[in-house]
């Protein structure tokens, strides 16, 4: 089954105002933190909020035209290193000087991505898309574990856990929602595939401090069971597959409204029209027929005095199996089902 979170909106008007505001790839509505804001100790620098924003700019799909343009500069030459430290400061320089031109590449919500971002929030909690992220620090303190996190790179998959989530708040109050990662080593002494296809991961390990930004849309949940083989800190990563669930205004479907029927399997599935259901705590093969499609109703008057026989009529007839008859007091070696 599919389950339209979208429906439980309603109104055609609920659906408009859960569409996203800023017309912008990075800029999701099916993003949700949750929980209080977490303590001074998990806030980012102005260093980790600069790198922030830098990755979120050379990852936003509609900034690829503006870096390609850097990177073509005979003074960058295809520098990567000179073109990550000078690239934003390009960036906003452009969008100030061509507002009024009529750019095709320009839009006035990649004026205020190129603003920087006015603040970061961090919150221990999020939901994306219907499914629950949990911080680590949390995580370690309740039974399920929703911290587990797998990103997809260039014919790489990245594993990790999940540090905290950043809300990045543009001007305008554009929101742009990363996850803050702790990455584990992707080298061969750390990631191993069995023969059945588990991959196991050393969870003791850790890599990319530098770069432990990811988008919350981008991310797979993973859950990390206990690898009894390799024991220790080894985990086997289990990719967490939700039950389909979408956004109906992102799938173009049409809510019905209160005056629509509900609609419902004339029959139940897996069940014959005449079912009968053997009970295996009846002796000698008696069976209980549970539904006809014959069967007939009867109204009866709650106020009407009716005699036993007239009462008998109406009642199942069925055996009494609670019946103490010599019979039933035979031994149960007997018994076949």
């Given at each position: 089954m599919k389950l339209y979170?979208?429906?439980?909106?309603?109104?055609?008007?609920?659906?408009?105002?859960?569409?996203p505001r800023f017309n912008l790839s990075i800029v999701s509505s099916d993003v949700e933190v949750g929980g209080a804001r977490l303590s001074a100790e998990y806030a980012l620098s102005d260093e980790e909020i600069a790198i922030a924003h830098w990755w979120v700019?050379?990852?936003?799909?509609?900034?690829?035209?503006?870096?390609?343009?850097?990177?073509?500069?005979?003074?960058?030459?295809?520098?990567?290193?000179?073109?990550?430290?000078?690239f934003a400061n390009y960036f906003r320089t452009w969008m100030d000087m061509i507002k009024s031109d009529d750019n095709p590449n320009w839009s006035h919500e990649l004026l205020l991505l190129a603003m920087q971002p006015q603040r970061a929030r961090v919150y221990p909690t999020c939901t994306v898309n219907g499914v629950k992220f949990v911080s680590e620090e949390?995580?370690?303190?309740?039974?399920?574990?929703?911290?587990?996190?797998?990103?997809?790179?260039?014919?790489?998959?990245?594993?990790?856990?999940?540090?905290?989530?950043?809300?990045?708040?543009?001007?305008?109050?554009?929101?742009?929602?990363?996850?803050?990662?702790?990455?584990?080593?992707?080298?061969?002494q750390s990631m191993k595939m069995d023969q059945y296809g588990n991959l196991s991961v050393n969870t003791a390990t850790s890599a990319y401090e530098d770069d432990p930004f990811v988008f919350a849309t981008t991310v797979k949940q993973v859950f990390y069971l206990d690898d009894l083989a390799k024991g220790d800190a080894w985990k086997i990563a289990n990719i967490v597959h939700p039950r389909n669930i979408y956004w109906a205004a992102t799938l173009g479907v049409t809510i019905p409204g209160p005056e629509a029927d509900a609609y419902q399997e004339p029959n139940a599935v897996g069940i014959d029209d005449v079912a009968i259901v053997r009970d295996n705590n009846v002796k000698h093969g008696r069976v209980l027929r549970i539904r006809d499609e014959d069967s007939?109703?009867?109204?009866?008057?709650?106020?009407?005095?009716?005699?036993d026989d007239s009462d008998d009529e109406l009642r199942h007839r069925l055996p009494d199996i609670n019946s103490d008859t010599e019979e039933d007091s035979s031994d149960d070696s007997d018994y076949e089902p």
């Open positions: 979170l979208g429906a439980s909106l309603g109104a055609p008007q609920a659906m408009e105002e859960h569409a700019l050379i990852n936003c799909e509609e900034v690829k035209y503006w870096k390609e343009l850097h990177l073509s500069f005979p003074e960058v030459d295809g520098d990567l290193e000179y073109h990550n430290m000078t949390r995580d370690n303190r309740r039974r399920t574990h929703n911290s587990g996190v797998m990103a997809k790179g260039h014919g790489l998959d990245y594993y990790g856990v999940l540090h905290s989530v950043v809300e990045l708040v543009y001007a305008e109050g554009m929101k742009v929602h990363l996850f803050k990662c702790r990455w584990f080593d992707t080298g061969a007939t109703f009867i109204d009866v008057d709650p106020n009407e005095e009716t005699n």
